[in-house]
């Protein structure tokens, strides 16, 4: 089974700054799904950026980008130009390409962003 | 706003009982997934239904059912309830089975079991 580990419980990052959250997952697949998802109070998860393994290059959306490196299994997330609306938990989650329903979820990490 | 509205929001409930979750997709969403997100802990798939079918499940016990309505709504059944079941329960729902659908999510409903 896939796993998905976010070994940050907690970051912290000062408004404007940039963070970065880390995540690794383990999978003997070639082909495969990679999403972050932002959790606010408000309890809704929202969909921030999603990567295509079989694509290189690395996924942007706005003020969002990964690094993923396939070889370490490695899917970090970057928030630049934080923003306090950016306060949130972030999940980082892996899909499969051939038993493809079921999100593998990391425990995710409390993103503080301090004025 | 991503369409997808669950109830009731909070429900608490004694070990033995059965509940009901619903669930409400956007129209054109037939492909609707429910996860369990223990304090503290990521989401957990329990399992998924097209067209009103299940057509995939996680590690969960019978005692988790669902259905899904051709109106776009749907529900999650747990009988004989346990401590353990104390939760927020996620639905989220997409069109299709496309791998790479986004899923919509809604707010939960957090469930206390006693």
């Known amino acids: 089974a896939q796993t998905v580990t976010q070994s940050q419980p907690e970051m912290s990052v000062q408004e404007a700054e940039t963070v970065t959250l880390s995540c690794t997952y383990d999978t003997s697949e070639s082909d495969y799904y990679l999403f972050w998802y932002k959790q606010p109070p408000s309890r809704q998860m929202i969909l921030v950026i999603r990567?295509?393994?079989?694509?290189?290059q690395n996924a942007t959306e706005n003020r969002f980008s990964v690094n993923f490196q396939k070889a370490a299994k490695s899917f970090s997330l970057k928030i630049s130009d934080s923003q306090l609306g950016d306060a949130a938990m972030y999940f980082c989650?892996?899909?499969?390409?051939?038993?493809?329903?079921?999100?593998?979820f990391g425990k995710g990490t409390s993103l503080l962003v301090t004025p | 706003e991503t369409g997808v509205t669950q109830s009731p929001t909070h429900l608490i409930k004694t070990r033995g009982q059965q509940v009901t979750l619903r669930c409400s997709s956007q129209?054109?969403?037939?492909?609707v997934s429910w996860y369990q997100q223990a304090l503290g802990q990521g989401p957990q798939f329990i399992f998924q239904y097209y067209r009103e079918e299940e057509n995939g499940r996680g590690n969960f016990p019978p005692r988790f059912s669902g259905l899904q309505f051709p109106n776009y709504s749907s529900e999650l059944n747990v009988n004989a309830l346990e401590l353990d079941d104390s939760a927020l329960y996620l639905c989220?729902?997409?069109?299709?089975?496309?791998?790479?659908?986004?899923?919509?999510f809604g707010e939960g409903s957090r469930l206390t079991v006693l």
């Open positions: 990567q295509e393994a079989y694509k290189q």
């Open positions: 989220a729902s997409r069109p299709g089975t496309g791998i790479t659908g986004e899923l919509f």
């Open positions: 989650a892996y899909r499969s390409a051939n038993s493809g329903y079921a999100l593998n």
């Open positions: 129209s054109g969403h037939n492909t």
